[in-house]
């Protein structure tokens, strides 16, 4: 009998990861089970519970006796802390705000958990993201596209995949219509985890205080007080530390002008807050770095995209230019374009690009 490829899945211990084993079961493959253990905290709020932290890994292994499937948990601690933690630690002393899923997906689950897969002797890596892959026979090239559905679309957190990841990876949910598609097959099977709450916050961030706490007591030192200032360079009073704030925050600014103000930059090497009126945060054009080229190579020439610098944003008419100076220009202005987040173009469902906004 030929034997059937043999997938890794990447089960997070939430409501999505634990359904992919079952969907690829069906289609014919043997599955194993594999779960991150990356942050040593346990919640009891499962809002705040995270991927992969204690809690989670016990889901898991819930999910996967019921399933009876193989299942390891691999400590991916000191891999997590040294790229993901550290990473976001210190874009913030910088005056930007780092997106960590991003990162983790770039450099801990599809870098780190890819080269596990393959000391396991799987075919490929299965995670439970709501995007899909194929391989376009004109080009040669693998391209990532939205999710069917559409609501749950997650390719815009997928964006630095390279040719050769997306050659290895499966996204079974990407053709689902929805999360209540997905919840209803987890009922179905019987899996305790089939109506837990998705994680609302950044996985490592445990404390009452949020991002701004944990910043605290990483490293204290990044709240230096400094001055709030005009674009002008009009001293409106005085700020705890940078990353109190990023562009477009409008509370807690502690000042008033006659008139709402928002942040409209962060100047770290000042130490400066400068603060500003609606409009001085409308921008067209979104300057890149670390650009990744994904349907097609880089174009010399400029190419027209719908583009987002947001997750839950809509896609807006643009065009993206490569070279030294890569960039994003959008027809229509936007709001509140973020130092350290990502703006990723689309030609339709296609991905074909995507970087961190400089």
């Known amino acids: ?54 809690g989670a890994v016990e889901d898991a292994r819930r999910v996967a006796r019921i399933l009876d499937i193989p299942h390891y948990v691999i400590n991916f601690k000191d891999t997590f802390r040294e790229t993901v ?7 913030y002393s910088k005056g930007r705000t780092p997106n960590p899923c991003v990162t983790c997906n770039k450099k801990v689950k599809f870098e780190a958990l890819l080269a596990k897969m393959q000391e396991l002797g799987c ?40 040719q050769t990841q997306l050659s ?20 179905e099977a019987g899996l305790p ?5 998705d994680s609302q916050e950044i996985c490592f961030v445990s404390d009452a205080g949020g991002y701004k706490e944990f ?16 674009p002008d360079g009009e001293v409106l009073g005085h700020h705890a530390g940078l990353a109190d704030f990023t562009v477009g925050q ?19 090497k000042q130490n400066r807050v400068v603060v500003g009126e609606e409009a ?18 880089e174009q010399a020439e400029p190419i027209r995209v719908m583009a987002k610098i947001r997750y839950n944003m809509t896609a807006q008419p643009a065009t993206l230019y490569g070279g030294t100076n890569p960039k994003v220009v959008f027809d229509e202005p936007v709001k509140a374009v973020t130092p350290g987040q990502i703006a990723v173009a689309y030609d339709g469902d296609v991905v074909v690009a995507g970087g961190k906004i400089r």
């Open 250 to 268: 409008r509370r807690g600014l502690g000042v008033a002008k006659g008139k709402p103000l928002y942040v409209i930059g962060l100047e770290p």
């Open 215 to 230: 910043l605290r007591k990483s490293r204290p030192e990044v709240f230096e007080k400094g001055e709030l200032v005009t």
């Open 1 to 54: 009998m030929k034997k059937k490829p043999l997938i890794c899945v990447a089960m997070s211990g939430g409501v999505d990861s634990s359904v992919v084993p079952i969907l690829l079961r069906e289609q014919g493959y043997d599955v194993i089970g594999v779960t991150m253990q990356i942050w040593q905290e346990s919640q009891t709020d499962p809002r705040h519970a995270g991927c992969c932290s204690l």
């Open 85 to 91: 933690i550290d990473e976001f630690i210190e874009e």
């Open 123 to 162: 075919d490929a890596l299965a995670t439970g993201h709501y995007a899909r892959v194929r391989k376009n026979v004109v080009t040669g090239r693998y391209e990532l596209l939205r999710a069917a559905g559409g609501a749950k679309d997650q390719s815009y957190v997928l964006y630095t995949l390279s």
């Open 193 to 197: 985890v089939a109506d837990k709450p």
């Open 280 to 297: 001085d945060l409308l921008k067209t054009e979104v300057p890149l770095s670390e650009v990744v080229w994904s349907a097609t190579a």
């Open 168 to 187: 290895q990876v499966m996204f079974p949910l990407g053709e689902l219509g929805d999360k209540a598609e997905t919840r209803q097959m987890a009922r």
